[in-house]
Nanobody, 127 residues
């Protein structure tokens, strides 16, 4: 069974950058599509980014487009979420999730379809 552990959350000033990590264990990492999600206080969970199992394709939510990017390191079984130009509106608990797929190009990551979830890491953007 795949296990996911997020890390890297912190307090950062507006305009700053942060990189989150999602470390996987217990499964064939390169057979999973990975999604990053976030949930702000009092708000519903939001999909942020989805990256294909080989890391060659990704889709990005409009709210973070041009500021957030994703990278997969298959040697380390880790996915990274690079967040730049952070805004207080980006304050949330960030989760990574994975969905097993036979389609290496798939960037299908609705929350309801994800099989495994991490416990999240808190990002606070504030001066």
């Amino acid at each position: 069974q795949l296990q996911l552990v997020e890390s890297g959350g912190d307090l950062v000033q507006p305009g700053g950058s942060l990189r989150l990590s999602c470390a996987a264990s217990g499964g064939p990492w390169d057979e999973y599509t990975v999604g990053w999600f976030r949930q702000a206080p009092g708000k519903e969970r939001e999909g942020v980014l989805c990256v294909s199992s080989r890391g060659e394709r990704s889709i990005t939510a409009n709210s973070v487009k041009g500021r957030f990017t994703v990278h997969r390191d298959h040697a380390k079984n880790t996915a990274y979420l690079q967040m730049n130009s952070l805004d207080p509106e980006d304050t949330a608990v960030y989760f990574c999730a994975a969905r097993r797929t036979s389609n290496s190009d798939s960037v299908y990551c609705p929350g309801s379809a994800m099989n495994y979830w991490g416990k999240g890491t808190l990002v606070t953007v504030s001066s």
